[in-house]
């Protein structure tokens, strides 16, 4: 059984993935209006009446535009912690009990054949999580958001064979860019987000531990470019003897729509 994924946007101004295995199809949050990702869901051939639920990693905007509408026109339950519930509350309207569903950090569970992890991320929300995924002994995982490399969550994501990992920013075009100095201490922080250096090693890292497939997102328009992303983890890979489109896959997610349909069978990406 193949285990799937495709990120729809990956992007400081709106975030959606698509993973699915079997006759399980879910949605890691919706960052967009309800529209734009039925749109790009339709590319891979998903109708959002196929999904099986949306998972929510955090209450910023541009992971819940688009939770509550798609939630009450398709009957989706939504599963997010408990604090990511409280600080989302006043932003996706209202959600049946009936599809209030609670996600606990550090406590794997099933969604019809997905096995999924929840795991404690360092970032600036209420309680927000990381998630992974196991279908058919395939295992992904999203690793967004992170305001620095920690044992916690990457203890979580080693082990992966296919990785959504943030790569947010250049360190010198943000300290030189117009992002008020609150702004910028708070993405610099360790509970804003993973420079590109940063997720080089990371990358590295993650190849050393089994991944496959790197899928390097949640790049920030103003303050990095792909090129730019994708060369800094290469040469990551490169100084820990890894040779990218060798030993592993390294892809870029677009911030604008879907980057592609990606399978894992067992050990293997493609």
Same mark, same amino acid.
């Given at each position: ?6 990120? &729809? ?11 699915? !295995? ?14 734009? %990702? +039925? ?8 109708? @959002?009446?196929?999904? +099986? ?15 509550? %509408?798609?939630?009450? #026109?398709? /009957?989706?339950?939504?599963?997010? +912690? ?8 006043? #932003? ?6 009936? /599809? ?6 550090? =406590? ?17 929300? /209420? =309680? @927000? ?18 305001? !620095? ?8 994501? !080693? ?8 790569? /947010?920013?250049? @360190? ?41 497939? %790197?899928? &390097? ?8 470019? @792909? ?38 069978? !067992?050990?293997?990406?493609?």
């Amino acid at each position: 059984m193949e285990l799937r994924f495709s990120p &729809l946007f990956s992007g400081s101004s709106g975030n959606a993935i698509y993973v699915g !295995c079997g006759d399980t199809h879910l949605l890691v949050d919706a960052g967009l209006s309800g529209t734009r %990702i +039925t749109n790009e869901l339709a590319r891979i051939g998903v109708h @959002p009446g196929m999904l +099986t639920a949306i998972l929510t990693t955090h209450e910023h905007v541009d992971h819940v535009r688009g939770v509550g %509408i798609l939630s009450r #026109k398709y /009957n989706l339950p939504i599963y997010a +912690t408990e604090g990511t519930w409280e600080g989302m509350a006043d #932003k996706v309207g209202s959600v049946e009990s009936r /599809n209030r569903c609670i996600l606990t950090p550090e =406590q794997d569970f099933y969604i019809g054949e997905m096995n999924v992890t929840p795991f404690s991320t360092p970032h600036d929300a /209420n =309680q @927000p999580v990381g998630l992974s995924f196991s279908c058919g002994g395939a295992r992904f995982s999203i690793a967004t958001d992170l305001g !620095c490399i920690k044992k916690g969550w990457f203890k979580y994501v !080693c082990g992966s064979d296919a990785v959504l990992l943030e790569s /947010n920013y250049d @360190p010198d075009m943000l300290q030189a860019g117009s992002y008020p100095y609150a702004l910028k201490h708070r993405i610099l922080s360790n509970r804003g987000h993973l420079c590109n250096e940063d997720a080089g090693r990371c990358a590295a890292e993650l190849v050393k531990g089994g991944a496959r497939h %790197i899928v &390097l997102g949640h790049l920030s328009k103003e303050n990095n470019f @792909p090129e730019l992303a994708r060369r800094c983890t290469e040469d990551a890979l490169r100084a820990n003897g890894i040779v990218p489109g060798k030993d592993v896959r390294l892809d870029v997610a677009s911030r604008d729509g879907v980057t592609g349909i990606f399978g894992i069978s !067992c050990g293997f990406s493609r």
